[in-house]
């Protein structure tokens, strides 16, 4: 009898908040996801540990020991760096079934500029140096282009429809498949050349690095 009244007691000990051998499991998954997932997505964003560390305002070895396994963050540290890569909390922490991510239609966002002229996010998520979008022309439809810092690049690549593109006064046709590349400090503007049907293309900046 105090055999079983003894382990009686452990039992409730662990439940009480104890930390047995599934707890620490727990923890080791959970620093291990974390690193992972951290590691991953800094890669993804061509972030070092020094820039993600600046971005999040906490200091690199912090950086560095979630990514080894070893951190232990506070709420406020995760919160910094989860802004930092523009992700949830959730996605720093998940699993990797988890880390798969879908976007309903009704959630990309959208604005419209110029006349007629649609624009959402190709990536619903950050990607440093670079801004890439979905355009969708009305019929007709016209839209200034965004002058930009000398040594930028931009891309446009017609998908459907026929797009002009000017730039520096010089009128580019595009047919679906055509891509344009073009100095993105350059004054330009894209008009569908089609008066009755719709034009869509993608416009992909990558942007001057400063003081490059």
Excluded at 66 to 93: M, Q, T
Excluded at 134 to 160: I, K, N, Q, S, Y
Excluded at 162 to 175: P, Y
């Amino acid at each position: 009898m105090a055999t079983a009244t003894n382990d009686a007691d452990a039992g409730e000990s662990r439940a009480d908040g104890a930390c047995g051998p599934r707890d620490a499991a727990d923890d080791r998954s959970a620093a291990a996801h974390l690193a992972r997932n951290l590691a991953g997505l800094r890669h993804a964003r061509n972030l070092t540990q020094d820039a993600l560390s600046r971005g999040a305002a906490v200091p690199r070895s912090t950086i560095a020991n979630l990514e080894s396994g070893a951190g232990n963050p506070s709420l406020v540290v995760l919160v910094k760096v989860a802004h930092a890569l523009g992700v949830p909390i959730d996605e720093l922490l998940a699993s990797p079934r988890a880390m798969v991510r879908r976007w309903p239609a009704a959630d990309v966002a959208f604005r419209v500029k110029g006349r007629g002229v649609t624009i959402r996010d190709l990536v619903p998520e950050p990607v440093p140096d670079e801004m890439m979008e979905v355009l969708d022309f009305a019929p007709g439809a016209a839209m200034a282009g965004t002058p930009h810092l000398p040594g930028t690049r931009e891309f446009f690549t017609c998908l459907d429809g026929r797009v002009n593109l000017m730039v520096a006064g010089e009128r580019h046709a595009l047919a679906a498949g055509d891509v344009l590349a073009f100095p993105g400090n350059l004054p330009h503007s894209y008009q569908n050349a089609d008066a009755l049907g719709p034009a869509r293309g993608v416009s992909v900046v990558v942007f001057a690095k400063a003081g490059v």
